[in-house]
């Protein structure tokens, strides 16, 4: 379908508030700051600290800093634990020494048990080779030195739990960074394949280094990104866009069936991400298993800013975002309530939305469905490990001149969380084994990063993360402050067990602030796997049950224990608690509503998915 313009909506209720004309530089607002009483920050000082953090990767020198005096100086002030981990260090180096003996008085035939077994989730040495001489020495010698840093980066008193855990992660990093697995001379798995390919590997890796470096270096997806095709490949599930702004596109998808329940469905991703991770390949797609179950379905793709959108903030993304989306849902299917579902921070705002029309008594939203979202930051995991006051402050004078945070500086940060999955795993495999791992769709979208606009992302690390004023009932729309308990909807509350980003006990508490009947799922799995979770073929498990807002609150802990697993995708637990919620079948709306000024766009899946 060829494009047409931005739709013209007959009512001005569905238009949304035009872009205010571009500022010269230097009457561009400011984002909030700490109001602390300290002189703004001249032009000057946010230039040399952009260069700095800029040089750093993102992280504020003055925070590891911070974390490193208020660690030494502790630790210098406790002799006790001083003496506990001398104790602790002499007592693994016996324990080595006893193994190293062990392992050569029984040889090769019966490898003795180890002193040291890494975690779960730690698969660099699960090779058996690790477990023959002398590599089984070195690989536990690092896991018992990266014990022993873990006890005294966590255990010393009076350190802040931000300080701890910020020097905790970075001594882990460069830990990491030397680990036996990394290192060509001390990586058994990777000799033997040296050995066995005459050093084929080390050559093939050395062509795979050069042609990441030229990718990265232009700017292009990793290898194998090609052959997943926004429109052709991923995101290909049928619809059009009716509704176009400066901030977002509205794509209505096609019915797959003859009659669809009547209440339609409204998805908000995260900005930080492109839309279509809720529309991978077909197999993949969440968009289509919803159309084929029988529901209209909507979805809000975010435009990738630019520098020229730098003073959009965070009111933008709610008014000109979720509030024009769901006015032109309702002008399409008139007179029926909306299922609203956010993924991550298009969950939190759309918790904010729905806040929002409950203290207006307004009836719009059926259900509130909220993805790996959280509406209390006060436990917000790892991630809070590159958000305090420093690195805010330094990430904003980055952003100010920039105008957004870019792609890739914020990437690194995630990278950084999954360090041995996402960097490590990846050089040993590439470039000292010399193979590739095909691709998928989810790891293809994942190399698709969109940018931050200062404004915005300023606000929403100030006031949601820093501040936590949603949670405290400080955070304010249309004047007023907003409390979650003005939700007036019945809620269904997705989390992961493994989430890094938006851990599943911090996101239970919307137990604690929402006064409606919640239905939580715990799924396995991470962020986006644990949400990407098709029926055929899924392996994983989750647990759900529903609390009513008469019943006395449970414990995260208490939950877990009472709810059985269930094997198979938490999405058919989600379609059948939307059908129990939905009217009986009707015939599908007509594409738009031609009869009020909207029209298609353009098809599915739009323009603005595909601006880098």
């Not at 697995?181 to 001390?186: E, G, L, M, V």
């Not at 033997?192 to 990718?215: C, I, M, P, S, Y």
């Not at 851990?503 to 796997?529: C, E, M, R």
Request: glycine residues 6%; contains cysteine.
């Amino acid at each position: 379908m060829p494009d047409r313009g931005d739709p013209q909506p007959a009512a001005p209720v569905f238009a949304t508030p035009p872009a205010s004309p571009e500022k010269p530089h230097a009457e561009r607002p400011v984002p909030h700051e700490a109001s602390d009483g300290a002189p703004p920050r001249t032009d000057l000082d946010r230039l040399v600290r952009a260069a700095i953090v800029r040089a750093t990767q993102g992280r504020s020198p003055v925070s590891l800093m911070t974390a490193y005096v208020d660690w030494l100086a502790h630790l210098a002030v406790t002799p006790s634990l001083q003496q506990r981990l001398a104790g602790l260090a002499v007592e693994r180096s016996i324990q080595l020494s006893q193994y190293a003996a062990r392992c050569a008085l029984c040889g090769r035939e019966a490898a003795p048990a180890k002193c040291v077994e890494p975690l779960p989730q730690d698969k660099r040495f699960s090779d058996p080779a690790w477990s023959t001489w002398p590599f089984n020495i070195l690989h536990q010698a690092f896991l018992m030195q990266q014990d022993w840093w873990q006890q005294a980066t966590t255990q010393v008193p009076g350190v802040s739990r931000h300080n701890a855990q910020e020097m905790a992660f970075t001594v882990r990093q460069i830990l990491d960074l030397w680990a036996p697995s990394n290192i060509f001379a001390t990586n058994p798995v990777v000799l033997r394949k040296t050995w066995e390919t005459a050093g084929k590997n080390l050559v093939d890796g050395a062509v795979n280094f050069l042609d990441d470096a030229q990718r990265a270096m232009a700017g292009r997806p990793p290898v194998g990104a090609e052959n997943y095709k926004v429109g052709e490949t991923i995101a290909c599930t049928p619809g059009a866009v009716v509704f176009r702004n400066d901030l977002i596109e509205l794509i209505q998808y096609k019915p797959a069936t003859g009659t669809v329940h009547p209440e339609p469905i409204l998805i908000v991703p995260a900005w930080i991400m492109k839309y279509y991770i809720l529309d991978l390949s077909p197999d993949n797609s969440l968009v289509r298993h919803l159309v084929a179950a029988g529901h209209t379905v909507f979805m809000v793709s975010w435009r990738n800013p630019g520098p020229e959108q730098r003073d959009l903030g965070m009111d933008d993304y709610l008014t000109r975002g979720i509030d024009a989306a769901l006015a032109i849902v309702k002008a399409i299917v008139p007179d029926r309530p909306v299922h609203a579902m956010g993924y991550c921070l298009g969950g939190t705002l759309l918790a904010i939305a729905a806040a929002a029309l409950g203290r207006k008594d307004d009836k719009s939203l059926k259900t509130l469905t909220l993805l790996a979202a959280q509406t209390d930051f006060a436990d917000a995991g790892e991630l809070t490990l590159f958000i305090d006051e420093s690195e805010v402050s330094f990430l904003e004078d980055l952003m100010w001149q920039q105008g957004v945070l870019d792609a890739g500086q914020m990437a690194g940060a995630f990278r950084l969380l999954r360090s041995n999955d996402l960097i490590w795993s990846r050089l040993v495999r590439d470039y000292l084994l010399g193979g590739r791992t095909a691709i998928s769709d989810l790891m293809a979208w994942n190399a698709d990063a969109t940018r931050m606009p200062y404004r915005m992302h300023s606000e929403y690390l100030r006031r949601l993360f820093l501040n936590n004023d949603l949670a405290a009932g400080r955070y304010v729309v249309d004047g007023t402050p907003v409390g979650l308990s003005n939700i007036n909807v019945p809620m269904f509350v997705v989390a992961t067990e493994w989430d890094h980003v938006a851990p599943w006990k911090s996101v239970y508490k919307i137990h604690l602030q929402a006064d409606v009947d919640i239905t939580f799922a715990l799924t396995g799995g991470g962020h986006n796997t644990g949400i990407v979770n098709p029926p055929k073929g899924s392996r994983r498990e989750y647990r759900t049950g529903t609390h009513a807002h008469t019943a006395p609150y449970v414990a995260p802990e208490q939950w877990f224990a009472s709810r059985q697993p269930v094997s198979g995708s938490w999405w058919q637990a989600w379609c059948k608690w939307l059908t129990e919620h939905s009217s009986a079948p009707v015939a599908p709306p007509a594409i738009g509503a031609p009869a009020r000024g909207i029209v298609p766009v353009c098809e599915a899946p739009g323009r603005y998915v595909l601006e880098r």
